[in-house]
């Protein structure tokens, strides 16, 4: 294998891969969207890429047709290039509209998918009507050297490559813009490499065009067809590798903050499941409840609420610390006036001190204001927490889930019985 093939297929796999990996999302974007046009994207650009090598091309010539891996190909990139100005303009559609960047935007936006479809038209037209198909891969193992001094090789070749150019200009603008004010070094890094390949890109179809003029004129030697095939498909390979992993820094990012918020929920689970089987109306879905719960079946009934039914992790990790502020805040209105005290008290006697003390206190409240759900309702009491803002909620959460979880039976019997008695130290805690 050349080293132009293995670079082919690298290229080919690292599309497949970010097609795998953006499978889901684009299945729950039922209509449309951005995670379908992304999606869209990586999967023609691996069809066309795909096209480029020899088993693509061996599946497409049994059909008889001289050069139609060619335009195949030509025609995918074209599609995602398509999907991927979609993309790009709908992104940055949110920005101030007046502006004049978003004003050209919106155009190209309006304009990408008509611009597309007829460019397809006039590529398919040339080349049927046009080109000399009689010539194969015998004559010159390159489309353009097969076709030198044809007047339909300068259409063909030169929509292709204007259509390139002004699709790799917008993008790379948009990227480069972006990379300026992403506050992330990694999602910065990511925005300039893939506006950077998008500016060699624009290189490798000005290349191409200034090779197109002479090869019309008058047919050029081998050697220097073969030059320039590898001086321009260097540019290209060079530009697309730049891009595709700047496209994987956003997605790597994405998939971490998607593994922290999944991590994040199956701690609160325990938490959440307690409160919500134990105050009526809180939850938008009840937990999952086969075999009505038995314990030889937990992990199962874990596994089904930490997957089902939100759109992505995220919002299942907001729902999960609302649904536990809703019933926590159902508990106050039943739970004894000092409960709250009684708890700090305990597990400042448990010799717990600061914010180690305040997770376990609040804990220990959660687990004896269990008891008292039932009770009717009446005034809030007083209950102090942490979590100033989402993010800090969070982490505190998983705090106290985890003192939940580890909670001494022993300490919550004594917490519930305590209010006629003094709280002593627990020796038996470690």
């Known amino acids: 294998m050349s080293a132009s093939d293995a670079i082919v297929t690298a290229i080919v796999m690292l599309l497949l891969l970010q097609t795998a990996i953006r499978l889901p999302s684009a299945v729950r974007s039922r209509r449309g969207g951005r995670p379908l046009w992304l999606w869209g994207t990586f999967t023609a650009f691996a069809l066309s890429w795909w096209l480029r090598t ?95 001094g044809e007047p339909g090789l300068v259409l063909y070749m030169g929509l292709l490559y204007l259509y390139t150019a002004s699709a790799a200009l917008v993008c790379g603008y948009q990227w480069g813009r972006a990379s300026r004010k992403a506050r992330r070094w990694s999602l910065r890094v990511g925005l300039w490499m893939m506006a950077a390949g998008m500016a060699l890109i624009v290189v490798y179809a000005a290349l191409r065009t200034t090779f197109l003029v002479p090869t019309t004129l008058h047919p050029l030697s081998e050697r220097a067809v073969a030059d320039q095939e590898h001086i321009t498909d260097t540019v290209l390979y060079a530009g697309f590798l730049l891009w595709l992993f700047g496209s994987v820094t956003p997605a790597v990012h994405a998939l971490r903050a998607r593994g922290q918020s999944t991590w994040a929920v199956i701690g609160l ?91 376990l206190a609040e804990a220990y409240w959660i687990k004896a204001a269990l008891t008292a759900a039932g009770q009717p309702a009446g005034a809030p009491v007083a209950f102090r927490t942490a979590g100033d803002d989402f993010t800090t909620e969070v982490a505190w959460l998983l705090r106290v889930a985890t003192a939940y979880r580890e909670a001494d039976p022993a300490s919550i019997s004594r917490l519930i019985h305590s209010s006629d008695t003094p709280l002593v130290p627990h020796t038996t805690r470690t």
């Not at 299942?316 to 409960?339: K, M, W």
């Open 269 to 359: 689970h325990p938490l959440w499941r307690d409160l919500v089987l134990a105050v009526d109306g809180v939850a938008l879905y009840q937990p999952s409840n086969l075999f009505h719960g038995h314990p030889a079946v937990s992990a199962l009934n874990r596994f089904r609420d930490v997957l089902s039914y939100d759109a992505t992790p995220q919002i299942r990790l907001g729902r999960y610390v609302t649904e536990i502020r809703d019933a926590t805040h159902e508990l106050r209105r039943r739970a004894p006036a000092d409960l709250y005290d009684r708890a700090v008290q305990l597990s400042g006697a448990d010799g717990h001190r600061g914010t180690d003390a305040d997770a």
């Open 54 to 148: 020899d088993l693509g091309r061996a599946a497409i010539d049994p059909l008889g047709i001289n050069d139609l891996p060619t335009l195949l190909k030509h025609a995918l990139a074209i599609a995602g290039t398509c999907l991927l100005l979609t993309y790009v303009t709908d992104v940055y559609a949110d920005e101030d509209a007046t502006t004049r960047h978003i004003k050209i935007t919106a155009g190209v936006h309006r304009a990408a998918a008509r611009a597309s479809f007829v460019t397809v038209l006039c590529l398919a037209a040339v080349f049927f009507f046009s080109l000399n198909r009689t010539k194969t891969g015998a004559d010159s193992p390159y489309f353009m050297a097969r076709h030198a």
